[in-house]
C-alpha cells in the first residue's frame, strides 16, 4: 500500500488505529516528492528534516497516550503567499525571494495547533497573479496529467502537489479562482469560502476585498475537515465574520433530495469545449436522477465580471503592493543613485511583467480624471453582479457551472496573449465579486485523460451546503 495514495481521513484512521506511525506517513510523502518533484516544480522550500522531527514527536506524544489535534501526523503544503514563522514566504517573486516571515498567519497556526506538519511552501503565480503558474520568479509548474500543460493558477503549486501524491491537502488562496482553476485543471477538491470565514491574517495581500484563503485536497471528505480547522473568527482580521461555525464533516451525507440546483444560461455559453459542456450534462443527470431539482436562472450581468473584476483587482494590487520599494525587507536594488532611483530600480528587477502590467493598470484607475470613469463603475457593476445572485437563490439552493471553459492548456499557450489568459477565470470571478462560497470537483475527463471541474456556488456562509451536495456527487460519479 503506497500510503502517499490515500486522503487524510484514511491516513487518521489507520494512525489511530495504530497500523501506521506518523514517521511512516511522512516518509511516504518524501520518497513520493524525490521521484515527481524534479518535473513538476511544484515546491518553492521544503522542510525535510523539521517535518521528519515533528512527525517523530507526535508518534511519542501518541505512544504515551497525549492528546493529540485533528490533523496530527498530517503532511500539508502551504501556498507561499501565506506566512509561516521563521519560513521564506516569496509569494512567488524576486522581490521576496529572501524574506522570512517573523509570525505565523492565522490559519498556519490553527493546522499547526492541530498537529498538522508544514511540509512545504508551494509555487505560484507571482503574487497570487496568474491563471496558469508560468509568471512564478521560479519558474512554471507543471500539470501531473500532462507536464507540457499549465496546472492552473494561482495555486498551481498546491493544486499539483496534491494531485501528484506530493502531500494529501493544502491550502492556497482564490482572489478570482485561484483555488478552484487549479483544482479543475489537476482534478482534486478546491475551495473559496465565503469572504470572512477565513482569516486573511498573514495572507500577503494581492485584492483585499476579494482575497480568500481555501483548501486543496483529494476529496471532498478532506476539504470539509481542513475547513473546519482553518474557518473561524479572528479578531486580527477586520474583514472576519464573528459568527458560528458549522461542523462542516457531520453534514456531508445528509443527501440532495429535493435540492434546488440553478443552472445559469450564461455560464453555458456557445463557445465553450465540447467536452466540458457533455461532462457538466453528465453530472446534472446524475444528481437529477438522485432526487435533486434543476431550474434555470439567469445571472444577467455576468458579461460584465471580467473587467469589473481585473479593475477592481488591479486597482488593489497596486495599493497594496506600493509597499514593496527596497526601504523596509526585501529585494533592494543596489546601483542606485538617489531614494527615487533606488525606488524605481528595486520594483522593476524586482517584479516580473504580469505584475507590472497589472500595478500599472490599477494605478490608471485610480488616478485623478479616471476614478469615476473605471474604478466607480467597476463598483456598482459589482453590485449589479452581487445583485443577480441574490435574485437567482431565491429561486434555487445552489448554482452549478463549468470551473473553466476548456481543460488545461498547454504551456505558453496563452502567456503572451493577456486578454486571452483572462478569459480563463470567466465563470470563477463573480463568487469572488459578489463574496459567495464556490467549490471545484472532478466531474470528468477528456478523451486526452484530461480533467475537467464542475463548479457549485453557493448563497452567503453556504459552505456547508456546497460541500454537502459536491460530496453526494462524488459518492454518484464513484459508483
Request: glycine share 10%.
Amino acid at each position: 500500500m503506497n500510503l502517499y495514495s490515500l486522503p487524510a481521513h484514511s491516513l487518521l484512521v489507520l494512525l489511530e488505529r495504530g497500523e501506521v506511525s506518523s514517521e511512516e506517513i511522512l516518509s511516504s510523502f518524501l520518497k513520493r516528492v524525490e521521484e515527481v518533484e524534479p518535473e513538476l516544480n511544484a515546491f518553492i522550500t521544503l522542510f525535510r528534516e523539521d517535518s521528519l522531527s515533528q512527525a517523530r514527536e507526535i508518534d511519542r506524544l501518541r505512544i504515551k497516550g497525549g492528546k493529540l489535534g485533528r490533523l496530527a501526523g498530517i503532511p500539508i503544503a502551504v501556498k507561499d503567499n501565506i506566512c509561516v514563522q521563521g519560513k521564506r514566504t516569496t509569494c512567488g517573486s524576486r522581490i521576496l525571494s529572501d524574506f522570512t516571515s517573523p509570525y505565523d498567519a492565522t490559519v498556519v497556526k490553527r493546522v499547526k495547533n492541530e498537529g498538522a506538519i508544514i511540509l512545504v511552501k508551494t509555487n505560484m503565480d507571482e503574487f497570487a497573479m496568474g491563471s496558469s503558474n508560468e509568471n512564478s520568479f521560479f519558474g512554471p509548474v507543471k500539470n501531473p496529467f500532462d507536464p507540457e500543460r499549465v496546472p492552473g493558477g494561482s495555486s498551481g503549486g498546491s493544486a499539483a502537489a496534491v494531485c501528484a501524491g506530493e502531500v494529501p491537502m493544502a491550502l492556497g488562496s482564490d482572489t478570482g479562482g485561484s483555488v478552484r482553476l487549479p483544482a479543475s485543471f489537476c482534478g482534486v477538491v478546491g475551495l473559496k469560502p465565503t469572504y470572512g470565514t477565513v482569516s486573511r491574517f498573514g495572507l500577503v495581500a494581492f485584492a483585499s476585498s476579494l482575497d480568500q484563503i481555501g483548501p486543496i485536497t483529494r476529496d471532498v471528505e478532506d476539504c470539509a475537515l481542513l475547513l473546519g480547522v482553518i474557518g473561524g473568527y479572528d479578531p486580527q482580521d477586520s474583514t472576519s465574520i464573528d459568527r458560528p461555525l458549522p461542523h462542516f464533516s457531520s453534514n456531508l451525507r445528509r443527501g440532495i433530495k429535493g435540492l434546488r440546483l440553478g443552472l445559469p444560461q450564461e455560464f453555458f455559453p456557445s463557445g465553450i469545449d465540447p467536452p466540458v459542456k457533455e461532462a457538466l450534462n453528465r453530472a446534472i443527470d446524475q444528481l437529477s436522477s438522485a432526487g435533486a431539482e434543476i431550474e434555470e436562472v439567469s445571472l444577467p450581468h455576468t458579461d460584465k465580471a471580467i473587467a469589473t473584476y481585473y479593475i477592481i483587482a488591479d486597482a488593489e494590487a497596486s495599493s497594496n503592493l506600493a509597499r514593496y520599494d527596497g526601504t523596509r525587507y526585501g529585494h533592494r536594488a543596489q546601483e542606485a543613485v538617489d531614494l527615487l532611483d533606488m525606488y524605481n530600480r528595486t520594483r522593476d528587477e524586482g517584479f516580473g511583467d504580469e505584475v507590472k502590467r497589472r500595478i500599472m493598470l490599477g494605478t490608471y484607475v485610480l488616478s485623478s480624471g479616471y476614478y469615476d470613469a473605471y474604478y466607480l463603475q467597476a463598483q456598482k457593476a459589482r453590485t449589479l453582479i452581487r445583485r443577480d445572485f441574490e435574485d437567482a437563490f431565491s429561486m434555487c439552493d445552489l448554482i452549478l457551472t463549468p470551473t473553466s471553459p476548456t481543460p488545461a492548456f498547454k504551456l505558453g499557450e496563452k502567456i503572451d496573449d493577456p486578454l486571452l489568459m483572462y478569459l480563463s477565470d470567466i465563470f470563477t470571478v463573480t463568487a469572488n465579486l459578489a463574496g459567495l462560497p464556490s467549490i471545484s470537483i472532478p466531474c470528468g475527463k477528456t478523451e486526452d485523460g484530461l480533467p475537467i471541474g464542475m463548479q457549485i456556488i453557493g448563497p452567503p456562509f453556504a459552505d456547508g451546503e456546497i460541500l454537502r451536495l459536491a460530496y453526494a456527487y462524488e459518492q454518484l460519479s464513484s459508483e
